[in-house]
């Protein structure tokens, strides 16, 4: 079971990571900041009347619904998108190979890679949560 828990994550993964790289993730406007209704590229001077990437409103008069959308959007922008992946692939890989010692006796190394991969598989549990409502997602999988 934790296996496919593991696949099902990363699969999860594959398709985010796909969606920030086609929003632009790894190029200069990957970073995003909101100002008012627009979601403009973090690397653009707005002193040049750059357009911007996204907007939730009208650019004047917008309501703090749309201002707040867009400051939504903007925190979630690819570069971020793209280092939050990383740290979930860094710990998915931390699972499948737990540490060890070479000053500990071959037993107490089992012992640890049990308890940390337990600790490990718990967290996986957790960060699979946010994908509950996916098809593929199994309720065995809750924490």
Same mark, same amino acid.
């Given at each position: 079971?934790?296996?496919?828990?593991?696949?099902?994550?990363? @699969?999860?993964?594959?398709?985010? *990571?796909? @969606?920030?790289?086609?929003? $632009? $993730?790894?190029?200069?406007?990957?970073?995003?900041? @909101? /100002?008012g209704t627009g979601v403009y590229s973090a690397a653009a001077s /707005?002193?040049?009347?750059?357009?911007?990437?996204?907007?939730? $409103?009208? *650019?004047? =008069? $917008?309501?703090?619904?749309d201002a707040a959308l867009a400051e939504h959007i903007a925190l979630?922008?690819? @570069? !971020?998108?793209?280092?939050?992946?990383?740290?979930?692939?860094?710990?998915?890989?931390?699972? *499948?190979?737990? =540490?060890?010692?070479?000053?500990?006796p071959d037993s107490a190394n089992r012992l640890s890679a049990a308890?940390?991969? =337990?600790?490990?598989?718990?967290?996986?549990? !957790?960060?699979? /949560?946010? !994908?509950? =409502? !996916?098809?593929?997602?199994?309720?065995?999988?809750?924490?």
């Amino acid at each position: 079971m934790p296996e496919a828990l593991v696949a099902f994550l990363r @699969a999860r993964l594959t398709e985010r *990571e796909t @969606a920030a790289l086609a929003a $632009g $993730g790894g190029g200069d406007d990957s970073s995003w900041r @909101a /100002l008012g209704t627009g979601v403009y590229s973090a690397a653009a001077s /707005l002193a040049d009347d750059v357009p911007p990437l996204a907007t939730t $409103g009208p *650019e004047v =008069g $917008g309501s703090d619904e749309d201002a707040a959308l867009a400051e939504h959007i903007a925190l979630h922008d690819p @570069a !971020h998108a793209l280092r939050e992946i990383e740290a979930v692939r860094q710990l998915l890989r931390r699972y *499948e190979e737990p =540490g060890s010692s070479d000053a500990l006796p071959d037993s107490a190394n089992r012992l640890s890679a049990a308890a940390e991969r =337990g600790a490990l598989l718990l967290a996986v549990r !957790h960060l699979a /949560l946010p !994908h509950s =409502g !996916h098809p593929d997602y199994l309720a065995v999988w809750r924490p």
